[in-house]
């Protein structure tokens, strides 16, 4: 059965997925003591497909930006879960990074990160606010309009 976070998930509409593998040199998740850091997830869909492309600034809106983000949460908790085995291991979402593909004159990334930020806080309540750095940055693999990573801290 699902513990409380995945049963908030689910009233969301989210079913979590297996995690894609990484595509490079690297782990999906690392723990350390009582810290779970999640390599930078893109906007993919469960079967590989980009939430959104290109540049914001440059074609990509800010909403589509947004649920890009979002997607890019849903994946970070999917890699959470397969670290873990249950989400309500968690007991503070600690830290998020976003990398916003965008036009170097864009400066909504703040607001395109609260699609991963707004869903942290939906699926934990308190435990999901959580400090964040949002970089504007010229590229991201497969030409993603967002990545983001995570550290959890976990019980």
């Keep these: 059965m699902a513990g409380t976070v995945e049963q908030k998930l689910s009233a969301l509409g989210i079913r ?3 995690p ?6 690297y782990v999906g998740f690392v723990r350390t003591g009582n ?4 390599s930078g997830q893109v906007c993919n869909t469960p079967d590989g497909k980009l939430i959104a492309k290109g540049k914001l600034g440059a074609g990509v809106t800010v909403e589509q930006g947004a649920a890009a983000a979002r997607g890019c949460a849903i994946n970070l908790l ?3 879960k397969m670290a873990l085995g249950d ?3 968690v007991a503070r979402v600690v830290r998020l990074g976003g990398f916003v593909n965008a036009t170097p004159d864009f400066l ?3 607001k395109v990160l609260n699609g991963a930020s707004d869903l942290m806080v939906a699926a934990f309540g308190d435990k999901g ?3 964040r750095t949002t970089v504007g940055v010229a590229a991201l693999p ?6 983001v990573e995570g550290i959890f801290e976990v019980a």
């Design 142 to 147: 497969s030409d993603a309009a967002v990545e």
């Design 20 to 25: 894609n593998p990484p595509v490079a040199n």
């Design 87 to 89: 989400l309500d291991k």
């Design 78 to 80: 999917a890699q959470v």
């Design 16 to 18: 979590l997925h297996e």
């Design 129 to 131: 606010r959580h400090a």
């Design 35 to 38: 810290l779970l850091f999640v």
């Design 108 to 110: 909504d990334g703040p």
